[in-house]
């Protein structure tokens, strides 16, 4: 079966680094998205993992492992508008989400 | 960027009637579209993939001959809701496979979303 794992909830503060982990068991691996979903708002693309090792754009960086089937997004130097919900994706012969991870951000 | 629009952005209907969803790539062919559902503080639910000159194809769970989808052009697909009850309220949002010259993949794009609301 398809099934895509990360924490429901995390809290982090200001400035400080957070890591948010996926694992994943899908049936085929065509690449990994991270989305970043304000409330209300449809998703905004992060990143796109294919190939194993470290992808950094800025404050974020995505790290995917294909042989453990994990991967996880980066956040630096925490900001206020980085509260909102992470989203791990996997293409297949579709895009499959993870239930999303909502991260609060405290000052 | 490639861009996704989605119209109306907010429909509020009355239960029994029908509401029409737009997508639109703006700046981009897309053959396949795919329509998401999601209610509050869930993740996306894939309700269907559609085909640019053929039928969609629905996830299971999803009633096809509820949400009527047609995808007339490369450019367009339309999510009808047919006779809409209060329990289809939701956050509608559509997202199109593209490539542009700035990424060597197939990339998604979504839509804004489109907030339904029976009563």
């Known amino acids: 079966g398809q099934n895509i794992d990360q924490p429901t909830e995390m809290t982090a503060t200001e400035g400080a680094i957070v890591q948010i982990n996926c694992t994943y068991q899908t049936s085929g691996f065509n690449g990994l998205f991270w989305y970043q979903q304000h409330a209300g708002e449809a998703p905004t693309f992060l990143s796109y993992n294919v190939l194993d090792g470290l992808e950094e754009k800025g404050r974020f960086s995505s790290f995917l492992s294909r042989s453990k089937g994990y991967s996880y997004l980066l956040l630096k130097e925490l900001q206020m508008k980085d509260s909102a919900s992470y989203l791990c994706a996997v293409l297949d012969d579709k895009i499959i989400f993870g239930k999303g991870t909502r991260l609060h951000i405290l000052p | 960027g490639a861009v996704v629009s989605q119209h109306p952005s907010r429909v509020i209907c009355k239960s029994g009637t029908s509401v029409k969803i737009e997508c639109r790539s703006l700046d981009f062919q897309a053959t396949t579209m795919f329509w998401y559902r999601q209610f509050p503080k869930k993740s996306l639910m894939l309700m269907a993939t559609s085909n640019e000159g053929s039928k969609a194809t629905y996830e299971q769970g999803v009633e096809k001959d509820k949400f009527l989808i047609n995808h007339a052009s490369l450019t367009l697909s339309t999510l009808t809701v047919t006779s809409a009850h209060p329990e289809d309220s939701s956050f509608y949002i559509c997202?199109?496979?593209?490539?542009?010259?700035?990424?060597?993949?197939?990339?998604?794009?979504f839509g804004p979303g489109t907030r339904l609301t029976v009563l």
């Open positions: 997202s199109a496979n593209g490539e542009t010259a700035a990424s060597s993949y197939n990339e998604q794009f």
